[in-house]
């Protein structure tokens, strides 16, 4: 006799081994210079990420980047288990004072389990619809604990 198990049963214990859904709570990032960056930490690169995981909201904010020629910054929700692929959430520049933002609605995400915002460096064009290699500043979602703050 074979036993089998059910896809609801199969998706909750591959879910609580590799990473929980993002639920419905607000997260934010802080995004920092880490390993992989395109510029010298000490330039003071830095930026905030909101992702409100209902409306699939997220808004990146950054200062202190350097200005790219010919290539644009783009952000990622990233991380999670194996059949979460990483998904573009904008691309953009900063203005000569390294101040940036972009901010996309994605629809419901609250079933997906990424876990990390990261900018990424890309060609512009960019004829590859996947992250670049070259990371920027990057951070771990939290979730936000006062949403109205």
């Given at each position: 006799m074979t036993k089998s198990i059910s896809t609801a049963s199969f998706v909750a214990l591959f879910a609580a081994a590799c990473g929980s859904p993002l639920g419905t709570d607000p997260y934010t990032a802080s995004l920092i210079c880490g390993d992989g960056c395109n510029h010298d930490p000490s330039a003071g690169g830095m930026g905030t990420a909101f992702v409100d995981p209902v409306t699939g909201q997220v808004e990146?904010?950054?200062?202190?980047?350097?200005?790219?020629e010919g290539e644009v910054y783009e952000g990622w929700l990233a991380g999670g288990y194996v059949?979460?692929?990483?998904?573009?959430?904008?691309?953009?520049?900063?203005?000569?004072?390294?101040?940036?933002?972009?901010?996309?609605?994605?629809?419901?995400?609250?079933?997906?389990?990424?876990?990390?915002?990261?900018?990424?460096?890309?060609?512009?064009?960019?004829?590859?619809?996947?992250?670049?290699?070259?990371?920027?500043?990057?951070?771990?979602?939290?979730?936000?604990?006062?949403p109205g703050s």
């Open positions: 990146i904010e950054v200062s202190g980047l350097p200005q790219l059949f979460n692929s990483p998904i573009a959430t904008g691309r953009f520049n900063v203005d000569e004072n390294g101040d940036g933002s972009s901010s996309i609605f994605l629809g419901d995400i609250t079933e997906q389990t990424w876990d990390t915002v990261v900018l990424t460096v890309e060609p512009d064009p960019d004829p590859d619809p996947g992250p670049d290699p070259r990371h920027s500043i990057g951070g771990p979602l939290e979730v936000l604990l006062d």
